[in-house]
């Protein structure tokens, strides 16, 4: 029986495909659980990735789902393991991010590891430790706004400091720049000097390439997804893993298409404002939710029309930040947030009840709803649509037939977005 190479454990369900997205790009055939499977179950894949939705759970709960995580990918015989968090480095000063590294470290009785969540071809790079999104500081970038983890502190050492005990440190970008020996030798630096948990500069995918190198031999690796990039090189130098040029392949899904977009960041903004310019859409008001008032059957109906007309219809909640924080003001920030998810879900669930296969989904909070009121509990990972969101295919059938994803974390994808994933499908 083949195991798996790779095992990785991923905060929320966009970002889980996003990591899976890079590995298949490395060659390696990728399966993506949402949620831990049970005890006995084996799957064949060279990366297994599980998406949890740990990312605005509290800190112990988010490390006991991880460690389960762990668990399992250990009994697939994964020989390293990665922690993904978003390039946002998506935490409060209570975690989760610090936490579940701490955690996961432990379990596997080890001493060190590395934090990156850069993502230079989305605009993420860190430099001296603070992160950037475009030409920006993390803290201008709109996520100091964000309704569950504002992030208003750009540098990252500080703000990992402040969610672990242990000793955080930095892997400047002029070591970075000289290659992966010299990365090895600064971590070993570090290490003498009692750091566990080390933040690495990276502005290029030359960085990243030289950063997975340099963690060939880490039993943990965390960061975002763009440092697996590098990874699978390492697998391929010990000749453990076949390139794997047929990696992103998927059959083709037959059936109707819904767009849900349940993220309120300025990309998903953007891709919602250009599509209701010329395509037929409805809003879900939290509001009117709250008040009890038949809006999940609206927009079912809503969208049952315009199927019925070949056409596809996009559902969304998205908000601008003011209408948003005045929003939370009224119903509390978890009450607004779960009444958006649950509506969006139960529409999800009904469209796939009248012939809806294709399901695009914006936000990994709104994803991670949509995919477990679709019954969905593994996924094959397909080409890219756009940097960090790949076609996604469930296995097993649904109604007969498997389904055709694509979840988009809110920050990512250009304007045109949804079509470019409707076309991809």
Avoid at 42 to 47: M, T, V, W
Avoid at 194 to 217: P, Q, T
Avoid at 326 to 346: F, M, N, R, Y
């Amino acid at each position: 029986m083949a195991h798996a190479l790779l095992g990785c454990i991923a905060d929320d369900f966009t970002g889980a495909t996003d990591l899976a997205n890079m590995l298949v790009r490395g060659g390696m055939r990728t399966v993506q659980t949402i949620g831990v499977p049970a005890a006995g179950i084996h799957i064949e894949a060279d990366a297994l990735v599980v998406a949890l939705k740990s990312r605005t759970a509290p800190a112990e709960e988010a490390v006991r789902q991880s460690l389960e995580a762990l668990n399992w990918l250990r009994s697939q015989g994964c020989r390293q393991f990665y922690f993904k968090y978003c390039s946002t480095f998506d935490s409060t000063d209570k975690g989760n991010i610090g936490p579940v590294a701490e955690a996961l470290l432990d379990a596997l009785g080890e001493d060190f590891t590395i934090a990156c969540p850069a993502f230079p071809e989305n605009g993420r790079t860190i430099y001296r430790g603070n992160l950037f999104v475009g030409e920006v500081l993390l803290n201008e970038s709109g996520m100091e706004n964000h309704p569950l983890t504002p992030m208003t502190d750009p540098n990252l050492v500080r703000v990992l400091q402040r969610q672990t005990k242990s000793k955080v440190g930095l892997i400047r970008f002029d070591t970075v720049a000289k290659g992966a020996e010299a990365i090895r030798a600064r971590i070993d630096e570090l290490k003498e000097e009692g750091i566990r948990l080390a933040i690495a500069d990276a502005l290029c995918d030359a960085d990243l390439y030289a950063l997975g190198k340099a963690c060939r031999d880490l039993a943990l690796v965390t960061g975002g997804s763009g440092i697996a990039l590098g990874l699978p090189q390492n697998f391929h130098s010990a000749d453990l893993l076949v390139y794997s040029g047929d990696a992103a392949d998927l059959p083709k899904v037959d059936g109707k298409a819904v767009v849900l977009a349940g993220s309120a960041s300025k990309a998903t903004n953007a891709q919602v404002a250009q599509w209701r310019a010329s395509k037929p859409s409805f809003r879900v008001d939290p509001i009117a939710l709250s008040r009890g008032e038949a809006v999940v059957e609206s927009a079912f109906e809503f969208a049952q029309r315009h199927l019925s007309k070949g056409e596809t219809v996009l559902v969304y909640a998205t908000s601008s930040p003011d209408e948003i924080k005045a929003v939370q003001k009224d119903l509390g920030v978890e009450t607004a947030g779960h009444l958006v998810e649950t509506a969006l879900a139960s529409i999800a669930r009904r469209l796939l009840d009248v012939g809806v296969r294709k399901f695009v989904v914006a936000g990994g909070e709104t994803s991670g709803a949509v995919v477990q009121a679709l019954n969905v509990q593994t996924l094959r990972i397909g080409q890219q649509i756009d940097p960090g969101v790949p076609v996604t295919q469930s296995i097993g059938a649904h109604h007969g037939a498997p389904l055709a994803l694509a979840l988009k974390s809110g920050n990512f994808g250009t304007t045109d977005f949804f079509a470019k994933a409707l076309k991809a499908m």
